[in-house]
C-alpha cells in the first residue's frame, strides 16, 4: 500500500520546485530503481555491483530518492492469502466537498486506495473483505454513512489478472 509521504517530505520537494529544482532521477537511479522494484530486500552491495557503485555510493543514492519522494521501499501482502477474499473498487459520487469525503475515506481500515478522479465518479477507493457479508457491511454502515456521498457503485474484482510494480523507470 503506497502511503502518503510525511508533510516535511512534501515541503521539501515543494521548496526544491519553488527554486526551479527537481528531485533527481538521472541513469543511475534508475538502474537502482529496477533493481529494487526486482527485489525490495536486495543489498546495497549487490546493486552497487549491478549498476558499477560502491555499497556507500548506492546506499546515499536510495536514501536520497526516498526522502525527495521518488520511491518507497514496501512489503507488498496479498490479501487472499491474508483471509481477504474480496476486493472490489468503489466508485463514489459527491454532493458537496469531494475532498471532505476524501479525507474520512482514509479512516476506513477496508480501503487502501483512494483517489480524487474526473469523469463518471468523483473518487474510487479499493476495498478489500473477508467476505460479501463484511463487504457489505463497510459499505453500507461506513462509507455511504458520510456526509456528501451521493452515490456509489462497487466493481467486484472477480480475479487479478496483473499487478505490476516495475513501472516508471523505462
Known sequence: MWKPFRPLQIGTICAMESRGERPQLDAINKK??????????????????AVGLSEAAVRLRVQKMIDE???????VTNPLE???KRQAMVGITVNGDIEYVARQLR????????????????ILAELFSEDDESMLEVVNRHIRKIDGIARTELFTYMRLEMQRYDWGVW
Open 107 to 122: 479512516d476506513i481500515r477496508q480501503i487502501d486506495y483512494i483517489v480524487i478522479t474526473t469523469g463518471r465518479y468523483d
Open 32 to 49: 537502482i530503481m529496477v533493481q529494487l522494484q526486482e527485489d525490495g530486500r536486495r543489498s546495497y552491495v549487490s546493486i552497487g555491483k
Open 82 to 84: 491474508l483471509g481477504y
Open 69 to 75: 519522494g521518488l520511491m518507497q521501499i514496501v512489503a
